[in-house]
């Protein structure tokens, strides 16, 4: 019996995606950074250096406060003779000034402690993903009032199934279970 033939091994790596165009909104300045960051980190040898992310970035710079951000960069360069964003870290602390919120951290906190803020028609899961999100960028980490602020802004049907449950009830300080109780419930 004669041997199988070996294949050879091709080590294949995943189609990377391009970030998004990018126009300028600040709502939208996160994400268009996370992406950039994320293709460099899977794809370094694609860039030859620093400078060439750089470039790279600013080609998806499309419309908005972003065209104008990224001829002004350009411009700069005309003016001086030399790029005016020499590396990756001073690109992403310039963008982070340009297009990242300016008090993400006042905002959010706005958000959770104002009376607009609640579950309404949302499923959990759908309120919960939101809530997460709010209190990881207002920086809450207190279990406790995790648990009062999620609490809160639940339909007071799911609420009070919750805080009235006979046994099993979620600890104050446990958000992981009210969590939980509460997509149960819903």
Not at 97 to 116: K, Q, R, W, Y
Not at 134 to 156: E, N
Request: glycine fraction near 6%; charge should be negative.
């Amino acid at each position: 019996m004669s041997p199988s033939p070996t294949l050879p091994t091709r080590q294949t790596r995943p189609k990377l995606s391009c970030p998004p165009d990018f126009n300028g909104e600040h709502h939208n300045g996160c994400a268009f950074l996370n992406s950039c960051s994320l293709y460099i980190h899977l794809a370094p040898e694609q860039f030859y250096d620093e400078q060439e992310r750089i470039l790279w970035a600013l080609t998806f710079f499309k419309g908005g406060r972003a065209t104008k951000w990224s001829e002004n960069v350009f411009r700069q360069e005309v003016d001086t003779g030399v790029f005016p964003i020499q590396t990756w870290g001073d690109f992403e602390q310039q963008f982070r000034l340009h297009f990242f919120p300016a008090n993400v951290e006042a905002d959010t906190i706005n958000s959770l402690e104002g009376t607009s803020y609640h579950q309404g028609n949302q499923t959990v899961d759908d309120y919960l993903d939101s809530f997460q999100a709010l209190v990881s960028d207002a920086g809450y980490m207190d279990p406790w009032t995790l648990v009062v602020k999620f609490r809160r802004r639940l339909r007071l049907g799911i609420q009070n199934q919750i805080a009235t449950m006979p046994y099993g009830r979620p600890a104050d300080t446990d958000p992981d279970t009210w969590y939980r109780a509460a997509r149960r419930i819903d």
